[in-house]
């Protein structure tokens, strides 16, 4: 299974028109100023101790203030304790600091920074401040545009707080983490544009890393995806991540998520 | 006393509408030689979404009147509403605010017995032009004249011409060729 899907990632970054919108990272690129994007993200992941599936919702505005400066606000609710629960949320802003662009191919470099609050139980070592964890990251962005190929990379520092006033962080664990991705993406269809309304079928793989700053426990995850893009202004995503090896204690490594988005244009701007 | 203040207002108020056509007719003749359409070619994109941001970004000009794009080359022909000062830099922030750049923009511009000269800016209906590589030449109709600003072309080619250009700080002249 592991075999299978790093051989359709490596066939993915070997050949072909890249697409950088990707599912699990965030590209450098920001998006468009003045562009609203309501998100819906669902995910579903199964519990290692066999207790069930962790499903989690994430809505999600983000805003271009600038073509520069991204601002994001999400939700995290889950059903961990049964019923849907808010266990917390995030602000997330990006900046791009570095645009070299060329027909059909870019280098950009990005900084960003996320505060999220979280009081759900603290229920493993993986740091994880999207929906897990309270905490902050930053970190930098880079993203290669080539005609045929996209490569983007993340580095980040991730620091986990008390959740909530319930439930402090346990001083048996490591409280900070780096973080490292690794992205490719890929055009499938359409073969040639002829205009706006066609549908756009994508693939995705992504690598994603964790290493506890303490300890030196790290995982390794690999994370395909698929993504439509409808009428140039919608995007379905859908992904499966999986644990390539790990030396820390996870929860739910494995699962599934799907993601809706729509992009409203021109939103607060002065003509 | 009365009836000569009134004479004198309706006087001016003559003066005044006649003041008017005067402006009008003169605002229509500038801006009946004006730039007519726009080729832009935009650079660090090749989904459509991206081409579609910037689609929405130049619509949203005011003196826009339509904007059609072909995404496989991320070019958009742009068509400008009569009689409206088209400000071209706006279609560079346009692209810009979308999160990307301008390789390559050509305008078509009316001009009537223009002598381009060496060394020296040319005032057409209120712009002010710096022709390169084109002396000597008379401009006569519809002429397309490219535009080469170094954030209207790409890095490589702005390195080429670089030393040519004019540079005024004072006001806007545009760098272009034929």
Known sequence: MKGTILFICLLLAANSKAQELFVYTEPASSIPAYLL???????FFKEI????????FIPEIRYGISSKLMLQTQAFISTRNGNLYADGGSVYTQYK??????????FRMAAFGRASYNRADIHQEEIETVGHNAGYEFGLISTQLLHKVAI????????????????????????????????????MLP????????????????????????????????????????????RVDIGYRRQLYSTMQRSAPNGFLIRFEYNFYNVFRKS | ????????????????????????????????????????????LTC????????????????????????????????????????????????????FSVANLTFVLNTNQVVVEDNT??????????????????????????????????????????????????????????
Do not use: W
């Open chain 2, 48 to 99: 459509s979404m991206c081409s579609n941001s910037i689609f929405k970004s130049l619509k949203k000009i005011t003196f826009v009147e339509s904007v059609e794009s072909d995404v496989e080359n991320s070019s958009f022909q742009i068509t400008f509403k009569m009689n409206e000062n088209v400000d071209l830099d706006a279609l560079q922030k346009a692209v810009a605010n979308a999160g």
């Open chain 1, 37 to 43: 994007s309501a998100r819906l993200m669902s995910s």
């Open chain 1, 97 to 106: 600091f570095l645009n070299n662009d060329a027909v059909k191919r870019h």
């Open chain 1, 191 to 234: 073969k040639k544009y002829t205009g706006y309304k066609q549908t756009n079928f994508n693939l995705m793989c992504e690598f994603l890393g964790q290493r506890l700053n303490g300890n030196g426990k790290s995982y390794l995850d690999i994370a395909p995806a698929i993504q439509f893009i409808i009428r140039s202004r919608a």
């Open chain 1, 152 to 187: 983007s990379s993340m580095l980040s520092y991730e620091r986990a707080l008390n959740n909530g006033t319930e439930y402090e962080f346990p001083n048996t664990q490591v409280n900070s983490a780096a973080n490292y991705t690794l992205s490719f993406g890929k055009l």
């Open chain 2, 121 to 178: 800016v040319i005032e057409i209906d209120g712009k002010s032009f710096y022709f390169i590589n084109n002396k000597g030449k008379i401009l006569n109709g519809e002429v397309e004249l490219k535009l080469l600003d170094k954030a209207f072309i790409s890095p490589k080619e702005y390195k080429k011409v670089k030393n040519k250009l004019y540079v005024d700080s004072g006001k806007r002249v545009f760098n272009v060729s034929i």
């Open chain 2, 1 to 44: 006393m009365i009836g000569t203040f009134f004479k004198t207002l309706l006087n001016f108020q003559k003066m005044k509408n006649l003041f008017l056509v005067i402006v009008f007719a003169f605002v229509s003749f500038v801006a009946n030689a004006q730039i007519k359409n726009a080729n832009l070619q935009a650079s660090g």
């Open chain 1, 49 to 56: 101790d066999g207790s069930g599936t962790n499903i989690n």
